[in-house]
């Protein structure tokens, strides 16, 4: 077709909304985010500066950084986002409940039209599905695992049991047949529901038969990061068979 031809035929690309996300340096799953995103959502991702620590509380709380999340933030306001989200499971529950309201704040101060967390969005898709109790797969050390459980705890939600890799680096090279080995170790049946924590631990493609083997939600990282976006913005995300994305019709309030 000539080029005047189809140009006369197409109104040009698909209006894009966009995601601000924040991650941690050492993200390598950024696929993994866009494919829970509608075609029509853009992510524009930044990271936190490098910090040469092995993956640990000290290097959650230093890529939670206050300043460096508010400057994360300013650098993503240009192509004008709808909602910016701190994509780290750990850096957003490190400091407790205190310190993810924290974030959301400091995001929203640098010129974030709306804000949300990994652990905040978590927290929200448990009290959507009704979940008082949870069981928790990480690829964590057993110190940052135990802070999550913290978290969970100062928001009412009891943790059934935990499982940890004890990773300290690389974790976007867990394989999937490590992540569903402490996922079955995790669970308990009076768990209502599983969480897998990390929004460096590959799980996309785990959760619908997941859902089927252990007959409970089953909750990740980055599904409820992009989910609790998305809500912002009114959208649902990809992935619709999911219980979490079938519990939810309309944006937060």
Not at 3 to 29: C, E, H, K, W
Not at 54 to 62: G, H, I, R, W, Y
Request: hydrophobic letters at 45%; a negative charge.
């Amino acid at each position: 077709m000539p080029l005047d031809d189809f140009l006369g035929a197409v109104s040009g690309p698909v209006q894009q909304r966009g995601i601000g996300v924040i991650t941690p340096f050492d993200l390598a799953l950024d696929r993994e985010l866009w494919r829970w995103s509608p075609q029509e959502v853009s992510l524009y991702l930044t990271r936190t500066a490098f910090v040469p620590v092995p993956v640990s509380v000290e290097q959650a709380s230093l890529v939670s950084d206050e300043a460096a999340v508010h400057a994360a933030t300013r650098d993503l306001l240009v192509p004008e986002p709808e909602v910016v989200a701190y994509a780290c499971t750990s850096g957003s529950f490190v400091d407790g409940a205190g310190g993810q309201r924290r974030l959301v704040e400091v995001m929203r101060d640098a010129g974030a039209p709306a804000a949300v967390t990994t652990s905040g969005a978590l927290v929200s898709a448990l009290e959507v599905l009704g979940v008082g109790s949870v069981s928790i797969a990480t690829p964590y050390v057993v110190s940052i695992t135990d802070r999550l459980c913290s978290f969970l705890g100062e928001h009412g939600v009891e943790v059934v049991s935990s499982v940890g890799l004890g990773l300290d680096g690389q974790i976007w090279k867990t394989g999937y047949r490590e992540v569903v080995e402490i996922v079955r170790a995790a669970d308990r049946p009076e768990a209502e529901a599983m969480f897998i924590s990390c929004t460096n631990l590959p799980t996309y493609d785990l959760i619908g038969p997941l859902e089927q083997e252990l007959g409970k939600p089953v909750l990740t990282a980055n599904q409820v990061t992009i989910w609790a976006a998305l809500r912002e913005m009114g959208l649902s995300a990809v992935g619709a068979e999911q219980r979490l994305m079938q519990a939810v019709d309309a944006p937060a309030a």
